[in-house]
């Protein structure tokens, strides 16, 4: 049986990457080796959709949202978090270790933070230091109007900070455009690439504060980074192999356009929804993303269950909800290297093992309306 | 040409390692992943002879090490280092960044601290907290006699921690034998992976000074990797093909057994001293460790000319000297997959270079030393 993975992260990773994995491995401090970091970071910065140099960080995402609140804030700095979800309490957990001053702007799971609770958080806390907020909350579906987050902290002296780990890629992130102050992501999303590298983009407005700010790191040190990859270097020992593979994930991804992909992923959305709602299902968040669809689980089937059941016949792996959202949601990705084709084969399965658990609905309906949508966006 | 790595880190990895890289992604929170990392960490307990469980990071080993300081001290703790080269500068930049109280035992370049110079330091500092030193000083060959100091270290309250970045798996190393409360080490050395997870192991005694520990770091925080590991799992995202990855190699470890891979170390690193007397050069290091073999650039040759010869003509690439090394002394590394045979060719091709610049030997002396060598050991 072919196994399918639809996971939010990792996502499957195109063929070419996987032998460059494969490849013997190299020296890091070489030229060679300089001129590949020196494209990645070119690329990068393409994705990014910013002028300023991107950092790559041997570690998981969660090391870059680390070395963002580190390096940006002191113990007792007012920030204000703006979670919906699992992931903005991830920020939070880092937030807590670095002894931040938290205000609190939280929504429950499937909801969005809006740019109005923003605007009245900010005018009540004029010392706020930095913002943080999630691009895609994978947890939930729910995207973020981190452009409008953008616009409202501009204004002020505080920093933005974006966790863009399972967004950026995938949905609009215009880091500049935007205003984001510092950028996070990883490169098991949208980039399509394993786990293993997190990159982070820092505006001139961030580095400011970041060189006024005590060191109180060293691995993490985004300082540290900045004056390696003035000379396409890293400060520590890289994961080189997958330094180079990302190489060749981003050739795909400015082959195909940053637009384009965008373009791609929302019909993917779109398609993912229209067969959702011929279904008779429901999409959990209120303001869904394009990375992935979030399906909160009808009344009287077993959710989990459902899911193991789909990975053990016809072998596609979606993700279950996380925590106590666990059986409650059904997470499906359509992330970087996945096409409206495979996102179809999906459908079909859930259709499958939906009426095989007694869920009543017309076979092929899901199937008819995800291919409908396609057919209207030729 | 053939291309051959002789830089201690990275190292060659085995074509089925390799291969098992080039394997589709999977998702890392599944009982399969689990599985996986719990043969992991047994056979990493076996690696660094240890009743302890072994933490997987995804990061250089220079993330193990921050770790280490970040957990298990407060500004202002009392730390015994005992540098003989660049490893040994990189942990004092760690304790300077989290604001130890650093006492410096310190020797020049080549030199070993000696366990004398350990026991005058913790007489004259009996408050100190905690002792860091390099089992494989790879900037200089030299390699510490670190069952010394721990039998030096336990009688007293502090905790010894190791870098044995470059050592674990290629040099005897005996954790809990010799009394190691941290020790650190990184995939890309003698574990026989590309660079990307680090691994460390906390004893006991560490553990009860980590716990009472403010916390102050969050992506590197050993605590978490703890809890998470009392499960098999990681706390963060992990660079799981690493880590599907690493079981490969290990398994080659198992099955070679632990102290015939440090004799066959120290069988290579024996024959490569034969030949390099024999070529009339001398060996920087006093005392030697068997992961790498450290060679004094000889009067009148340019060390980093000839390196760059021998990787243009030859293919082989050695390691030069690191920041003001440079240009004085070779390094040649023989851990991990690495075999007699690999580094005879590498002596030739070393013969060679010299040979062509001037350098006065009877051809084939070299080569003849480390055969004759080999031949003894049978």
Avoid at 367 to 372: G, R, S
Wanted: hydrophobic share 45%; with cysteine.
């Amino acid at each position: 049986m072919k196994a399918r993975l639809f996971t939010p992260g990792p996502t499957p990773v195109p063929e070419e990457t996987l032998l460059e994995l494969a490849k013997p491995v190299t020296y890091h401090r070489t030229a060679e080796a300089k001129a590949i970091l020196g494209e990645v970071t070119e690329d990068l910065k393409y994705v990014f959709q910013t002028k300023n140099t991107v950092l790559t960080l041997t570690s998981s995402g969660t090391g870059g949202m680390d070395a963002a609140v580190a390096c940006a804030s002191v113990p007792g700095d007012k920030a204000i978090l703006l979670t919906a979800g699992r992931w903005g309490e991830r920020w939070r957990g880092v937030l807590k270790a670095y002894g931040a001053n938290v205000i609190n702007v939280e929504v429950p799971y499937g909801k969005a933070v809006t740019p109005q609770m923003l605007d009245i958080a900010l005018r009540a806390n004029p010392d706020a230091k930095i913002v943080l907020s999630t691009l895609s909350e994978t947890s939930t579906g729910v995207g973020h109007d981190i452009a409008a987050f953008g616009e409202l902290v501009a204004k002020t002296d505080a920093l933005l900070l974006v966790d863009a780990i399972s967004g950026l890629g995938a949905m609009e992130c215009r880091t500049d455009d935007w205003k984001i102050d510092i950028c996070v992501t990883g490169s098991q999303k949208a980039l399509m690439l394993p786990p293993g590298l997190a990159f982070v983009s820092v505006s001139e407005k961030a580095w400011k504060v970041i060189d006024a700010t005590p060191v109180r790191n060293f691995y993490l040190d985004l300082r540290r980074y900045k004056k390696s990859i003035a000379e396409s270097d890293t400060p520590f020992t890289p994961a080189n192999t997958l330094i180079k593979a990302q190489r060749v994930s981003l050739k795909k991804i400015r082959a195909e356009g940053i637009e384009n992909l965008w373009a791609r992923h929302a019909k993917m959305a779109t398609a993912c929804r229209a067969a959702i709602a011929a279904m008779g299902l429901e999409l959990f968040a209120e303001r869904p993303n394009n990375g992935l669809t979030v399906i909160t689980v009808p009344a009287n089937i077993d959710g989990s269950a459902t899911l193991k059941m789909m990975e053990k016949k016809y072998g596609f792996k979606f993700a279950d909800g996380q925590d106590n959202m666990k059986g409650k949601i059904w997470r499906l990705s359509h992330m970087g290297y996945t096409d409206a084709f495979d996102v179809l084969g999906a459908i079909s399965a859930l259709e499958l093992v939906l009426i095989e658990s007694g869920y009543k609905m017309t076979p092929g309906a899901g199937v008819a309306a995800f291919q409908t949508s396609l057919a209207k966006a030729i």
